[in-house]
């Protein structure tokens, strides 16, 4: 099963799961312990996602807004607000659109919350605390 694919290479969603018609895909940052958690409790549940390492694959315009829309957030409640690219692009600033907001993440993607989990391109979740992509299973 193909995601927004846009331009992106390897952000596609993985294939059903053995014996199952589920897909997991999971947007992660190897660097980031909570990220790293919420893979471990994936494949401590034998689930093998569809990794997706989104500081080097970026999600476009596109699928940061298809992600937004599945999380069911606004550009804000998914930004990483101590971060220095925050600060210095004024991304605060409440007079900014959603579209100046989702374009500042699409230029730093370092910018984006993680890890979001998504299961069949339908429903998404973001893994904070880890526990909560049980929910989404």
């Not at 053995?18 to 409790?41: A, D, F, V």
């Not at 549940?45 to 080097?56: A, F, K, N, T």
């Not at 925050?86 to 991304?91: S, V």
């Amino acid at each position: 099963m193909v995601a927004y694919n846009s331009s992106l290479q390897g952000a596609m969603f993985a294939p059903p799961l053995p014996g199952t018609s589920m897909t997991i895909t999971i947007y992660h940052n190897p660097r980031c312990s909570k990220s790293r958690r919420t893979l471990e409790l994936l494949r401590d549940r034998s689930i093998e996602p569809q990794v997706v390492e989104y500081l080097e694959t970026p999600p476009d315009t596109a699928m940061l807004e298809r992600l937004l829309d599945m999380l069911g957030l606004e550009p804000h409640d998914l930004m990483r607000k101590q971060e220095k690219e925050f600060r210095e692009n004024d991304l605060a600033n409440p007079e900014l659109s959603r579209e100046a907001l989702i374009a500042a993440m699409v230029a730093h993607p370092k910018l984006i919350e993680r890890p979001i989990v998504v299961k069949d391109d339908q429903a998404a979740v973001l893994g904070r605390p880890p526990e909560a992509v049980l929910d989404l299973l």
